[in-house]
């Protein structure tokens, strides 16, 4: 039977079906996202409650300007951490991770790991996030915020043994390539289930308050898997119990293979999600160093003054491919990335070193190399003690091992059983 419309006519009903902004063949188009000159960005007081901040929902932080220059409220937030040795460590941390990617995702078209997930274009996020937090705080990360670790000074080597799930693989092969967990470095064990980071976050945090703790956690999620239900149970549970976590969305435009805008993008921010839990949220160019440091100062410190939670928008996009299993040729302009408005990361910051004369080209290309000639010999020690394709691998009685504190009547059988077999 045809439905009525508004006007009282009657006819058809439909649906919306959201298409994204380009298909291979299409030119790049990235019209819908409005972006604020740098330093226009208001930056609220700590306490700001939710409601007199709805504005930050749509806005966008940016510290630096199209020259390189530092400008604005969020710059004179950052106060004595917007210093020369905090933003050479960050460019440094982004040439670590963006040359580790390049190297591991080599590994795996050679045959040496079964999967590898790049963070191309992103790096700034993870690295300059980490560089806010302190000993004992924990992320609970998707498998995109490498530069976590890497700014946390994990060993690159153990990062390779658990990509190559070789004998000195770290988590001694029960988990897949690049889903690390590594307790010291507050890294929480990467879940494939994307959105159960959320709650479990929202869980670790009000364990820290409850025990009078001063730790607080970061959850992980990107724009697609905020679809899941999972995202919204955690928000709920930060709405209701108000704990020491931040809450973060890597809005990097695409999920596996759909656009953002099947996650809902086109009807509004993510950021402006937070709004509907009572509590405040920010958009931040994700690919502004200085200004991840600020959004990330800002919401950690909410967090430790029993302000409660803040979700944090990071507006970026995804260069490299989803992981090695997928080809984004397939779904989206060759020349989308080129396009991207807000330029890449590492390059941003770079001429803003520059501009200080604190850098300069020439020391920048010497820096690139010894650190893709460190990586390498590292590499290299890494495949000393196995590869996917080569080597050993761990110890095969260790899969019964690190699953229960105790282990199972069930699981000691099947462990004779297999000694027995040799």
Request: contains cysteine.
């Amino acid at each position: 039977m045809a439905g009525t419309t508004e006007g009282g006519s009657k006819g058809p009903l439909s649906i919306h079906i959201p298409e994204p902004p380009g298909r291979p063949g299409d030119k790049p188009d990235f019209s819908h996202i409005k972006i604020p000159k740098a330093g226009e960005t208001r930056c609220p007081d700590l306490d700001t409650k939710a409601e007199d901040m709805r504005d930050m929902a749509y806005s966008i932080v940016r510290v630096l300007d199209r020259n390189g220059k530092a400008v604005g409220p969020w710059a004179d937030f950052l106060g004595d951490d917007l210093n020369e040795d905090t933003l050479l460590r960050g460019l440094k941390d982004m040439m670590v991770t963006r040359v580790f990617d390049q190297r591991m995702q080599t590994a795996q078209r050679q045959g040496k790991t079964s999967f590898y997930v790049q963070c191309t274009g992103e790096e700034a996020i993870a690295t300059g996030f980490q560089r806010m937090l302190k000993p004992g705080d924990m992320n609970f990360p998707t498998y995109r915020q490498q530069g976590l670790l890497i700014a946390a000074e994990c060993p690159l080597i153990d990062m390779m043994n658990q990509i190559y799930s070789n004998e000195k693989d770290p988590l001694d092969g029960h988990q897949l390539p690049a889903l690390y967990s590594f307790k010291k470095f507050g890294f929480f064990t990467i879940s494939g289930n994307l959105g159960t980071q959320y709650v479990q976050a929202v869980g670790w945090a009000m364990a820290s308050a409850i025990s009078g703790d001063n730790k607080i956690a970061a959850a992980w999620i990107g724009d697609g898997s905020t679809a899941e239900t999972d995202f919204h149970s955690g928000m709920l549970f930060a709405s209701v119990y108000k704990p020491p976590v931040v809450m973060n969305i890597v809005n990097n435009q695409w999920a596996i293979s759909s656009s953002n805008a099947i996650a809902g993008s086109q009807n509004t921010t993510f950021a402006a999600r937070a709004l509907g839990y009572g509590f405040p949220s920010i958009r931040v160019d994700g690919n502004d160093y200085l200004a991840v440091l600020a959004a990330s100062k800002w919401a950690q410190e909410r967090a430790r003054r029993n302000l409660g939670p803040t979700l944090i928008e990071w507006v970026t996009y995804r260069v490299a491919a989803h992981s090695t299993s997928d080809d984004p040729s397939a779904y989206r302009p060759q020349t989308e990335s080129d396009a991207w408005p807000l330029g890449d990361p590492i390059e941003r910051l770079k001429r803003h070193l520059i501009l200080h004369s604190d850098w300069t080209e020439e020391r920048h290309t010497q820096a690139k190399a010894e650190i893709e000639s460190e990586i390498i010999r590292i590499q290299k020690e890494a495949e000393s003690h196995g590869t996917l394709n080569k080597g050993h691998g761990p110890d095969a009685e260790k899969m019964f091992e690190g699953v229960y504190k105790e282990m199972p009547e069930h699981l000691v059988r099947q462990r004779i059983e297999f000694e027995k077999q040799g």
